[in-house]
């Protein structure tokens, strides 16, 4: 098996995994992030309808532009998505980290939304 294989592989099953937890909370709304190489992207998903309520992400034109995909512009994505969840009054969620490593710009994401009132 090549690495990428092997790479892509291990990705789905930490995806696999994360959903599985995730599931079992379907109380709460789910708080999703997507990421590329150059961009974040962030919703506030209820999966009982299959709506998103609040989306976010580093295309955005209140984001600044000098700012890109990197940890400082995962930082204000977070407080940018938790002001907007804050304003339709959605407090608790449940982080889907989507299978990314809880590492580096998600972290920082997740550390920023709770710092500026969401929970999880």
């Known amino acids: 098996m090549s690495k990428i294989a092997l790479k892509k592989k291990r990705y789905q099953r930490r995806r696999l995994r994360v959903k599985q937890k995730i599931r079992s909370n379907i ?12 961009y974040l992207y962030v919703q506030i998903i209820d999966d009982s309808k299959g709506h998103t309520l609040v989306s ?12 890109g995909g990197n940890i400082d512009a995962a930082k204000v994505l ?38 500026n009132g969401l929970e999880f």
């Open 27 to 38: 109380d709460r709304l789910r708080l999703c992030i997507s990421k590329s190489n150059r």
């Open 56 to 67: 976010a992400s580093t295309l955005g034109k209140e984001f600044p532009e000098a700012k």
């Open 78 to 115: 977070g407080k940018i998505i938790a002001q907007r969840a804050l304003d339709k009054g959605i407090k608790r969620v449940v982080f889907d980290r989507n299978g990314y490593l809880y590492h580096g710009r998600v972290k920082a994401l997740a550390d920023s939304a709770r710092e």
